[in-house]
């Protein structure tokens, strides 16, 4: 079989413009340079970076920039989407150059990619528009029998944990509608839950994914904080529409406030 397309996601960074700001205990710059730097000592190294979503905690273009020049040195192409954190106008300022790319339908190896933005302006859950459900059909349409990689923040299932449930995506049968017209499509990847997550729907796998800093408890009705290590997702994506995934964890021991009830 020929060798697949690397691809590596990273997802909730939560990054502040000053670099020294902790999120509940944890400085997420520090947490996100230790996985930076296991991603650069991956063999063979990925062909992509995709980012999805909430890679900035205060939506400053200062955040995306130390994001960007945080990556530069892996000489990776990078896409990316936004999240309920993210500010769009400050990312497409900044995310927009080098190697940081920030078109959201792109062929890579034997896959197409789709990266949608479920982000509703000042609101923790997810929807996606009429207009961007529209695009997403008209582009798989356009693209055919080619096997296709999803990306958006918000998860389009609930996960089990009533304080998350309450801001996944808001209009999953919507997203549903338009993947069961287009049996190319064969993954979904997403973040928002700061978990390892997997769940299978009409021949499409749904991969949520940890976060580059907090993790949250899998299962708990309350926000509640876990003590499980920052991560991040590798794919292995062949041209026969065969994918292979797993997750990743960082050597880095958050110093977290665990009695945190939110932020
Ligand atoms: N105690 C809480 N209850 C509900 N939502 C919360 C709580 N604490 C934080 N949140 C929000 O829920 C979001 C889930 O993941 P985010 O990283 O998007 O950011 C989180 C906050 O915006």
Same mark, same amino acid.
């Given at each position: 079989?020929?060798?697949p ?17 902790q ?14 730097r ?10 992509l970076?995709? @980012?999805? *979503? ?8 200062e $955040?995306?920039? /130390?994001?960007? =020049?945080? #990556?530069?040195?892996?000489?990776i192409?990078t ?10 106008p400050e ?35 997810g929807?996606?528009s ?18 296709? @990689?999803? *990306? ?8 089990? $944990?009533?304080? /998350?449930?309450? =801001?996944? #995506? ?17 993954l ?13 729907r ?62």
């Amino acid at each position: 079989m020929m060798s697949p397309l690397h691809v590596v996601q990273l997802t909730d960074m939560h990054l502040f413009a000053d670099e020294r700001r902790q999120l509940l205990g944890l400085p997420t710059q520090e947490s996100f340079q230790t996985i930076v730097r296991q991603v650069a000592q991956l063999q063979p190294q990925p062909d992509l970076l995709l @980012l999805t *979503g909430d890679l900035s905690q205060d939506g400053k273009p200062e $955040s995306y920039a /130390l994001l960007q =020049s945080m #990556l530069a040195p892996l000489g990776i192409p990078t896409y990316w989407l936004p999240g309920n954190h993210d500010r769009l106008p400050e990312m497409e300022q900044v995310l927009t150059k080098g190697l940081m790319s920030a078109q959201k339908s792109f062929r890579a190896g034997g896959w197409h990619f789709l990266l949608l933005n479920s982000q509703v302006t000042g609101c923790v859950h997810g929807h996606l528009s009429a207009t961007s459900l529209e695009w997403l059909d008209e582009q798989l349409e356009t693209v055919g029998a080619v096997p296709t @990689l999803i *990306g958006l923040h918000h998860p389009p299932f609930v996960v089990g $944990s009533d304080w /998350l449930d309450s =801001s996944t #995506l808001r209009n999953p049968e919507a997203l549903f509608a338009v993947l069961d017209r287009h049996p190319q499509v064969k993954l979904v990847l997403f973040g928002h839950i700061h978990q390892d997550y997997s769940q299978a729907r009409h021949g499409v796998q749904y991969l949520g994914t940890p976060s580059t800093c907090i993790q949250f408890e899998p299962g708990s009705a309350d926000f509640a904080l876990d003590e499980e290590k920052p991560g991040f997702r590798i794919l292995h994506l062949y041209d026969d529409a065969d994918w292979w995934t797993t997750v990743k964890r960082s050597s880095y021991v958050p110093q977290l406030d665990l009695a945190a009830t939110g932020y």
